[in-house]
C-alpha cells in the first residue's frame, strides 16, 4: 500500500521568510499525481499545488512551488514570501493514476511569526 | 455560489445511537467522498461514490454507512457498531471519478460521543 510520510509535525516561519516542508512517499507505479492542500483554522480544505509524476517541471503556484524529485520519492513545498495567512496545517497526499483514493500525510503545523 | 456544504457543524450523540451526516454540492460533481479525521492524523477514506446509486468502501468504513441516491447528495451514517466515532468529519467532491482531479471539501463536521 501507498504511504505518505511528513516528518516534520511543525514548523515556523518568519514573516517574508522562504520555508520549505518535506514530503516522501512510497509507490512502484510510475503513473500518480501529488498533491498539497492547505488546512487553516477554519478546517476548510484548499488546495495549494498538483503535481503530475510524468511532468519533469516542478509545479508553481505563485508564491508556492514543490521540489519533485521522483527517484528520491520526495515531494517538498515551498512558500515564499511568507504571509500570516499562511499559517495552517499542510497536507501532502498522494494518487495513484485511475484510482479514487487520495492517500494523506499526518501533516506539518505551519506557523508564521510576525 | 456553487460549494459543498455539510450539516451540522457540531453534533454530538449518545453511545448507541445513530447519527446521520450530511454532505450536499452544487457543483455537478460525479464523485463524492467521506473522510475522517483525528487529531495528529492526516484524513483517512471511509467511503466513496463515483455515481448514483453505487459507492466504495474505503479504507476504515466499518462501523459507517453510505447511500447516493441523488447525484447531490452523499450523506453518511455513523452507526453504534464505530467503537470510536469521535472525530472530524469532512466531505469532498471532484468532476470525474479519477482520482488525479482536485477533490474539493466541504466545511466538515465535528462529532462528539458523550
Known amino acids: 500500500a501507498q504511504t505518505v510520510t511528513q516528518s516534520q509535525p511543525e514548523m515556523s516561519v518568519q514573516e517574508a521568510e522562504t520555508v520549505t516542508l518535506s514530503c516522501t512517499y512510497d509507490t512502484s507505479e510510475s503513473d500518480y499525481y501529488l498533491f498539497w492542500y492547505k488546512q487553516p483554522p477554519s478546517r476548510q480544505m484548499i488546495l495549494v499545488i498538483r503535481?503530475?509524476?510524468?511532468?519533469?517541471q516542478n509545479a508553481t503556484e505563485n508564491r508556492f512551488s514543490v521540489n519533485f524529485q521522483k527517484a528520491a520519492k520526495s515531494f517538498s513545498l515551498k512558500i515564499s514570501d511568507s504571509q500570516l495567512g499562511d499559517a495552517a496545517m499542510y497536507f501532502c497526499a498522494y494518487c495513484q493514476g485511475g484510482s479514487e483514493k487520495l492517500v494523506f500525510g499526518k501533516g506539518t503545523k505551519l506557523t508564521v511569526n510576525p | 455560489d456553487g460549494g459543498i456544504t455539510q450539516s451540522p457543524k457540531y453534533l454530538f450523540r449518545k453511545e448507541g445511537q445513530n447519527v446521520t451526516l450530511s454532505c450536499e454540492q452544487n457543483l455537478n460533481h460525479d464523485a463524492m467522498y467521506w473522510y475522517r479525521q483525528d487529531p495528529g492524523q492526516g484524513l483517512r477514506l471511509i467511503y466513496y461514490?463515483?455515481?448514483?446509486?453505487?459507492?466504495q468502501k474505503g479504507d476504515i468504513a466499518e462501523g459507517y454507512s453510505v447511500s447516493r441516491e441523488k447525484k447531490e447528495s452523499f450523506p453518511l451514517t455513523v452507526t453504534s457498531a464505530q467503537k470510536n466515532p469521535t472525530a472530524f468529519y469532512l466531505c469532498a467532491s471532484s468532476p470525474r471519478t479519477s482520482g488525479s482531479d482536485e477533490q474539493f471539501f466541504g466545511p466538515g463536521t465535528r462529532l462528539t460521543v458523550l
Open positions: 461514490s463515483q455515481i448514483v446509486n453505487d459507492f
Open positions: 503535481q503530475e509524476a510524468y511532468k519533469q
